[in-house]
C-alpha cells in the first residue's frame, strides 16, 4: 500500500520559514515526479509546487515563487518544501502528491496534509 506522510507543519510568525518533509513507500520513488499543494479554509485546494524525478526540474505557484523551494532526496524517498518569509495568507494543510512523470496531468498518490499556521 503506497503511503505518503507530511510531516514538519506547525505554527510559525509572518517573516519565518518551514520545511516541510513528505516520506514516500513508493518502491519506485525515484521515477515519480511530485507536487506540493496546499488547502486554506474555504478555499479550494491549489497547486505550490512540483518536481520531477531527478530534481532537474521545478515550478512553483506564482504566489510562492522566490520563498518556497521544493527538493528531493531518492536515497531516502522523500520530497521537501522549505518556506521562507512566510506570509499569513500562506496558512493552509499542505500536502504532497506522487504521479507517474511531469508529462501526466494526474497525481495517483496523496498525504494527508499538514497544518501550516503563520501568525501576523
Known amino acids: 500500500q503506497v503511503q505518503l506522510v507530511e510531516s514538519g507543519g506547525g505554527l510559525v510568525q509572518a517573516g519565518g520559514s518551514l520545511r516541510l518533509s513528505c516520506a514516500a513507500s513508493?518502491?519506485?520513488?525515484?521515477?515519480?515526479?511530485m507536487g506540493w499543494f496546499r488547502q486554506a479554509p474555504g478555499k479550494e485546494r491549489e497547486f505550490v509546487a512540483a518536481i520531477n524525478w531527478s530534481g532537474g526540474s521545478t515550478s512553483y505557484a506564482d504566489s510562492v515563487k522566490g520563498r518556497f523551494t521544493v527538493s528531493r532526496d531518492n536515497a531516502k524517498n522523500t520530497v521537501y518544501l522549505q518556506m521562507n518569509s512566510l506570509k499569513s495568507e500562506d496558512t493552509a494543510v499542505y500536502y504532497c502528491a506522487a504521479r507517474l512523470s511531469q508529462y501526466v496531468v494526474s497525481y495517483s498518490y496523496w498525504g494527508q496534509g499538514t497544518q501550516v499556521t503563520v501568525s501576523s
Open positions: 513508493l518502491r519506485t520513488f525515484s521515477t515519480y515526479a
